[in-house]
């Protein structure tokens, strides 16, 4: 594991906790000189976004996606559903967590 942490970012939707892990996650690759990885979710809608299968109708995704965009980091993306998701669990207050595995980057937003 190259690097792990939780940010608290608040309240916020699902999908927005989602965006900010991957930009996170991201950007610590490029601190770390990775410019290619494989990015693991358990969001598909984020998956599917940047991977272009889905429109991003929401401005504030909009914004976020393109802050990852922006980033100069190749790769793919990929989708693997949390134990929570499979079990039912959300919540309101959310954490953006991720963990730097080279060359890949697992995310999820989790409880606070």
Do not use: C, W
């Amino acid at each position: 594991m190259l690097d792990a942490r939780g940010d608290t970012i608040g309240v916020a939707t699902n999908n927005v906790a989602e965006y900010s892990a991957l930009i996170a996650g991201l950007e610590s690759a490029l601190e770390r000189d990775v410019t290619e990885l494989e990015v693991v979710s358990d969001s598909e809608l984020l998956v599917k976004q940047m991977r272009g299968e889905y429109k991003v109708k929401n401005e504030a995704l909009r914004e976020l996606v393109a802050d990852a965009d922006a980033l100069d980091v190749e790769g793919d993306v990929h989708r693997r559903p949390s134990r929570a998701q499979r079990a039912g669990g959300h919540a309101r207050e959310r954490s953006a967590r991720f963990g730097l595995v080279r060359p890949r980057l697992y995310f999820s937003s989790a409880r606070m």
